[in-house]
């Protein structure tokens, strides 16, 4: 997950991943990254809504091992949109998007790859 903070935090891009196979996690860390390489706005949110993305990760296993991984193409459909401020009142919702500048939704996808 990758998320950039609020301009009052200094704008600081954080990216939290990992890589998992059968069952067993071969990489976790800080040092990766999730960049879009193709968005649509959404028109309901008003945030560019990804359809290709590019994520790389870099670090250590648990014993120690270099590891680096990419993976990059397009995403499938779009399966939800949250709002994530949802059970918030509206007015509320309005004073923090204007005091943080932002307004925050998660999209879901159906990621392609096997």
């Given at each position: 997950?990758?998320?950039?903070?609020?301009?009052?935090?200094?704008?600081?891009?954080?990216?939290v991943g990992g890589?998992?196979?059968?069952?067993?996690?071969?990489?976790?860390?800080?040092?990766?990254?999730?960049?879009?390489?193709?968005?649509?706005?959404?028109?309901?949110?008003?945030?560019?809504?990804?359809?290709?993305?590019?994520?790389?990760?870099?670090?250590?296993?648990?014993?120690?091992?270099?590891?680096?991984?990419?993976?990059?193409?397009?995403?499938?459909?779009?399966?939800?949109?949250?709002?994530?401020?949802?059970?918030?009142?509206?007015?509320?919702?309005?004073?923090?998007?204007?005091?943080?500048?932002?307004?925050?939704?998660?999209?879901?996808v159906r990621l392609?790859?096997?």
């Amino acid at each position: 997950m990758e998320f950039t903070t609020p301009p009052s935090y200094g704008s600081t891009v954080v990216n939290v991943g990992g890589i998992v196979k059968d069952g067993e996690i071969i990489y976790a860390g800080v040092t990766n990254s999730a960049t879009h390489t193709e968005a649509a706005q959404d028109k309901d949110s008003d945030w560019p809504e990804p359809k290709s993305i590019k994520w790389v990760w870099d670090g250590k296993s648990k014993d120690d091992k270099t590891v680096h991984a990419e993976l990059d193409g397009a995403l499938g459909r779009r399966l939800d949109r949250i709002d994530v401020m949802a059970e918030v009142p509206g007015f509320i919702k309005t004073i923090a998007g204007s005091v943080a500048g932002t307004r925050p939704y998660i999209f879901q996808v159906r990621l392609c790859y096997s």
